[in-house]
Antibody, heavy 122, light 105 residues
Framework: EVQLVQSGAEVKKPGESLKISCKGFGYSFSAYWIGWVRQMPGKGLEWMGIIYPGDSHTKYSPSFQGQVTISADKSISTAYLQWNSLKASDTAIYYC???????????????WGQGTLVTVSS | DIQMTQSPSTLSASVGDRVTITCRASQSISTWLAWYQQKPGKAPNLLIYKASTLESGVPSRFSGSGSGTEFTLTISSLQPDDFATYYCQHYNTYTFGQGTKLEIK
């Protein structure tokens, strides 16, 4: 089955680091851009950035540039979203999602992970 | 930066109603628009892309139209499963609208 499976919920303290994952199954993971989308509690969707696992080329939203790091390991079909120092305002659900077409930089998301809830609280 | 603005923010309707949600772009985006449905506690689900192309498996009561700066998502006859939040996205800049919550009247 074609799917994206994300890592489980995390509870962290402010200042801690975190890396969450998104693993692809059932398709050629290297060939499709993967994006990350934030949803703060009770709020809408915010695009954070995308990565092409084939060569790890990334593009960030200006709002998230420097705040997070997106990476991928194509050998294990996994993309990552990483923070070096979490803040309470990073509390949100984070979704990974796949672009529809192979190699397309501008594309819609046709496949979504189930989401990872990150809670940052002292 | 291109801004995507949805209206209304909340819409109350009844089963069987025809409803329309609007998404406006701050400048022309041709037909680079997708629509997603999100139910509580679930990931978004693609409904429509290229402004008017229905994703495979999506019921035909959903339709999309528009080009340039004004787009609409129409549900021809609301079903109980359709009460959810809907988002438009300009996928050339990846920008989402703020969402429209469709509630039961």
């Amino acid at each position: 089955e074609v799917q994206l499976v994300q890592s489980g919920a995390e509870v962290k303290k402010p200042g801690e680091s975190l890396k969450i994952s998104c693993k692809g199954f059932g398709y050629s993971f290297s060939a499709y851009w993967i994006g990350w989308v934030r949803q703060m509690p009770g709020k809408g969707l915010e695009w954070m950035g995308i990565i092409y696992p084939g060569d790890s080329h990334t593009k960030y939203s200006p709002s998230f540039q420097g705040q997070v790091t997106i990476s991928a390991d194509k050998s294990i079909s996994t993309a990552y979203l990483q923070w070096n120092s979490l803040k309470a305002s990073d509390t949100a659900i984070y979704y990974c999602a796949r672009h529809r077409s192979t190699g397309n930089y501008y594309d819609w998301f046709d496949l979504w992970g189930q989401g990872t809830l990150v809670t940052v609280s002292s | 930066d291109i801004q995507m603005t949805q209206s209304p923010s909340t819409l109350s309707a009844s089963v069987g109603d025809r409803v329309t949600i609007t998404c406006r772009a701050s400048q022309s985006i041709s037909t680079w628009l997708a629509w997603y449905q999100q139910k509580p506690g679930k990931a978004p689900n693609l409904l429509i892309y290229k402004a008017s192309t229905l994703e495979s498996g999506v019921p035909s009561r959903f339709s999309g139209s528009g080009s340039g700066t004004e787009f609409t998502l129409t549900i021809s006859s609301l079903q109980p499963d359709d009460f959810a939040t809907y988002y438009c996205q300009h996928y050339n800049t990846y920008t989402f609208g703020q969402g429209t919550k469709l509630e039961i009247k």
